[in-house]
């Protein structure tokens, strides 16, 4: 019996060695691949969305009323920073049916005009704008 206790202790200690090494240096370890190191900026990210959504936007002439960067309309708001106060959803949402939101708005509803995936890109563009 005491050969059998003789070759257990050194193996639990063994474990318990790796045990602890593992352990110990969990909270250092680098994250795993495609881990991001931070969230994503509000309102989105994705470059190619954006540039998506940029292109919609050219596309369906929203300069003629709005304005990005000093170019465009005047008629309606200007848009350069519209992403710091409205998130994507909102921006679908105005894009969609503008009265919702105020129901003064001069905005026609680009609901039918504006859909899908082009309608989620245009969004992530204007989000963009801070």
């Not at 019996?1 to 593992?22: E, F, H, Q, W």
């Not at 369906?60 to 848009?79: D, F, M, Y």
């Not at 409205?86 to 894009?95: D, F, G, I, P, R």
Request: charged content about 20%; aromatic content about 4%; proline content about 9%.
């Amino acid at each position: 019996m005491s050969a059998r206790r003789n070759r257990t202790a050194p193996m639990l200690a063994a474990g318990c060695l790796a045990a602890g090494l593992l352990l110990g240096t969990a909270g250092f370890a680098p994250p795993p691949k495609g881990h991001p190191g931070k969230p994503p900026p509000k309102g989105g990210g994705n470059a190619a969305l954006v540039s998506q959504g940029k292109k919609v936007y050219e596309d369906n002439h929203c300069s003629a009323c709005h304005a990005i960067a000093g170019k465009g309309g005047k008629s309606g708001p200007n848009l350069s920073k519209t992403g710091a106060s409205h998130s994507a959803a909102w921006l679908e949402a105005e894009v969609k049916d503008p009265k919702s939101h105020n129901p003064k708005s001069r905005m026609p509803a680009y609901g039918s005009k504006i859909q899908g995936g082009n309608l989620k890109a245009l969004a992530a563009y204007l989000a963009s704008l801070k």
